[in-house]
């Protein structure tokens, strides 16, 4: 008989820990939309999301300096500044208009695009050259989001989910930057840390906007609006943030991102089951095509590294 290899756990928690950031990260949607339902606009919306993360994040900064970290020079404080704006403030922002608009499944697809982007960007910014495997995966990935988008157009007012589709496109772009900008400052920095710092950031911008254009008595809301901010906060930020942090350290950057492309998926599926949304036959080709241009992108990148 032959022994059976032992069972590692460390692949066993990173596995479930992405698969767990993945699904986290996709149930924002689905809350975003129930609390469209309440009568709630965007910037209020956003402000109470922060509003009830950022103490999570003011908490992790802080046990993090108190215990090891060093004090950040002048230089890592203006990126932190600028990245976490850019990566975290204008792109939840962008999305959460852009859901006003859109369904929650063409959203996260929309999203999903990142990698393209990241690939795009690195190349104009790196002058890095792309390859013709990459190329085909970014047109499937780009096809795919036509086909959905065609989909939501038959469903609903056509000018509406172009401003919509726009607005998520444009967080994409936003979040993409923050992206290629970040790697560089996670190595000094840290991730966790780092993660923590930029969330700090774009939960202050969120919150000054909020003071700055929306009068106190915005917030006299339902409760039912309160109780999706809650879970928004834990359940769609925090928690996955940080799983996807552990999960990255244990399996790596390439099979976390591979195992997040259930993202789309468990959207789709819960838009359906939570929001009514349809699920057709163009929705899933069109989802497939998305999943399968992400994946070679991400299985090319992994094989570069």
Known sequence: MTNKPPINRDVIFGITFALLAAVGFSAKAILVKLAYLEHVDAI???ALRMVFSVPFFIAVAWWIRRHHAEPLNSHDKLLVLILGLIGYYLSSLLDFLGLQYVSAGLERLI????????????SLIYKRNIGKMVIVAMALSYAGIALVFLHDVGMRHGGSIVLGSTLVFFSTLSYSSYL??????????????FTAYAMIVASAASLLQFVAIRPMTALNLPLRVYELSIA???FSTVLPVFLLSYSIRRIGSGSASLI?????????????LFLNESMSWLQIAGSSLVLCG???????SKSQD
């Open 260 to 272: 997040g492309s259930i993202g789309p998926v468990s959207t789709i599926y819960m838009a359906y």
């Open 44 to 46: 209020t919306l956003l």
């Open 111 to 122: 999203l999903f695009l990142y990698p393209t982007m990241v690939v795009v960007l690195s």
């Open 294 to 300: 992400v994946l070679i992108i991400s299985l090319n």
């Open 232 to 234: 928004m906060a834990i």
């Open 180 to 193: 290629v900008g970040v790697g560089h400052a996670v190595k000094r920095i840290g991730t966790t840390r």
